[in-house]
């Protein structure tokens, strides 16, 4: 992914549901973009819905083999083909092909991601790096002309590799709507979800016209870490997170602050020494993972302003 | 699983986490219960706990073969054992033969058995049928002292065969806390379950103790039918939950209120005659089953005093 700001109108757009088959959002959306791609239409180019993950979609997972969105380093997408290798792997190559190659001018201009979390995100826009001056363009046109309450997360640390499937086209962002179980499709996330992509590609629209995009200055949640959950000597859980913490994202969690109950009373506070904002709270997928929370912290970030040369 | 009244104490009671794999209530309360059950024990009794589907909790998946809470059917539970079994068929008859056998003098004199919902249904005590008094004294006494908002669900439809896990005990309850994602244990749902069976096991108490449990009336919820998505020509659904029938479980649906709605801006409404009080409105679990909601309606029952006779 290029942080350079689009020095040609963006006209190739695409839109991934099911990147984790679980997540109902993306899934139906998708689904319906594909039979009926006119939302998706603006008059200087028009968007096309993929299902990411075909077999995962039909057996309602999150991934069959290993997780998709974790399968976009150049290693994997150059590695020679092989009967072993897991069918996420053979997914992200085919993807890549299509929407790629990373890296290469012929690759997409830009990626919609679609995704579902069991935390109280709310809407939220995911970004890989500040630096990405036209992405934060977009998410500051979401907040704007949406609603102010869509926080950015910025989900890389310092140079570490892209790995998500919005990393094979030239830029791309990824929509995370929630609190929604997996496997279960709730109206009202579908409604944020829809309206998240329509903004954004309003946005391009607005770009591809040469629209003046002035300079600002705007909150984000940068990652610092992520934190597990408390385990006893063989490696269970024997804490949960804490009812004080439960929906809390993206609220300040200070020193002190209670983040874990276990089963027999006991609490376990955040003994950090400063202020932090905790998302992905109690995310399911993440068990797994052995992430309890993703700790962030807030930060203003100094955005310049852009603007496409039309001839 | 019985009607009548227990003539003798109740010494032989067993709680089930598990039954669903990814459901963490019953998981997480019944792998501390197996380490301490200190809290399952009155001075009349001692309740064991129990993890029905240890496979399934491992994979954290709802079952891995067939669903095990519909596996205790008498055919599956004499059944030659076979290679080719499913493995919830295996482990339903391996419960059997620990806490039964169905239908037996030998059987365990009760089961509570631990579920959570997507759904937004609270906390709700799920009964085999309104005859089986003893089960719904025990919920007149939970509503009586922990809270008068938990509704009876009664499941089954008429002289349809038990097929449930605690139909092998002489008697049992399901208890079902929501909402609450599938793999995602949240401590307010964790309390509330923990709450049911605690006052649950002082109900036992109470009653082997010779306490006189006087005649009372008593809306429960019973099913009618389950209504499916609506689907298009090749079975795929085609229309979602609508917004304003999500989370509105046990709440009034009347005729010509919204049901669904469609991905193009279209609604369904219920045609039916009657109100109804939809239960497990958006249900994860059953998407695969082709239920959308379960149409109850509410009843009054007389329920008739019971009390032990003592020696």
Redesign the interface.
């Known amino acids: 992914m290029t942080t350079q700001v689009p020095s040609k109108p963006l006209t190739r757009v695409v839109v991934s549901g099911s990147t984790h088959g679980n997540e109902m959002s993306g899934v ?2 998708a ?2 973009w594909i039979k ?1 791609p006119s939302e998706l239409t603006r008059s200087t180019f028009s968007a096309t819905a993929v299902i990411a993950n075909p077999r995962a979609m039909e057996k ?1 997972v999150r991934y069959t083999q290993q997780d998709l969105n974790r399968s976009f380093k150049m290693d994997y997408l150059v590695a020679l083909d092989s009967e072993e290798e897991p069918y996420e792997v053979k997914r992200a190559k085919e993807l890549n092909k299509i929407y790629g190659p990373k890296g290469s001018p012929e690759a997409y201009d830009f990626m919609f991601d679609m995704h579902n979390t ?1 935390s109280n995100m709310g809407a939220c826009i995911i970004v890989d790096s500040p630096q990405n001056s036209f992405a934060m363009h977009m998410a500051n046109y979401i907040q704007t002309n949406y609603m102010q309450k869509c926080p950015i997360y910025v989900y890389k640390k310092g140079d570490e590799e892209s790995y998500t499937i919005d990393s094979i086209c030239k830029n791309g962002v990824a929509m995370e709507v929630g ?10 996330c ?2 944020q979800m829809r309206a998240l992509v329509r903004h954004g590609l309003d946005f391009i629209e607005k770009f591809n016209q040469g629209s003046a995009f002035p300079a600002f200055d705007i909150d984000a949640h940068t990652l610092i870490s992520r934190e597990d959950y408390p385990r006893n000597a063989d490696g ?1 859980m024997s804490g ?4 004080k913490l ?1 929906d809390k994202d993206f609220l300040p969690l200070n020193p002190g602050d209670p983040i874990f ?1 276990t ?2 009373g006991n609490e376990v506070v955040y003994e950090g020494d400063s202020t932090i904002y905790p998302a992905f709270i ?4 993440y ?2 993972k052995k992430i309890a929370f993703a700790k962030m912290e807030k930060k203003v970030f100094s955005i310049p302003d852009i603007q496409l040369k039309l001839d």
């Open positions: 139906f959306l689904r319906h009926d309602c069991t609190p929604q179980p997996q496997g279960v499709v709730r109206a009202d579908l409604a269970e949960i997170i804490h009812p439960q109950q089963l027999d109690n995310e399911a997928a068990y797994e």
